[in-house]
């Protein structure tokens, strides 16, 4: 696909076809990494899981031996009650 970068407003833009962006399941207002890579422009749709994280994955990754403790946050510094 050809295109052009055009001017919109203070900001510049290219115009991806509809037939492109589902090629890639991307939609309207996805969020997409974009980088340099040797002399190229490189779009790449990021992939995260809607909704979060998935809590049973992260419980997994604590270690069986971990001992969950109390954190020394320091003296006050300003007008914080403790």
């Not at 037939?19 to 190229?40: H, Q, Y």
């Amino acid at each position: 696909m050809i295109t052009k970068v055009q001017k919109w407003g203070n900001s510049q833009g290219i115009r991806l076809s509809k037939e492109l962006l589902s090629d890639v399941e991307v939609k309207v207002g996805d969020a997409v990494d974009v980088a340099v890579r040797d002399g190229a422009l490189v779009v790449t749709p990021l992939r995260r899981v809607r909704g979060g994280h998935d809590l049973s994955e992260l419980v997994r990754r604590i270690p069986k031996d971990y001992k969950p403790g109390e954190l020394d946050w320091g003296y006050p510094v300003g007008r914080e009650v403790w």
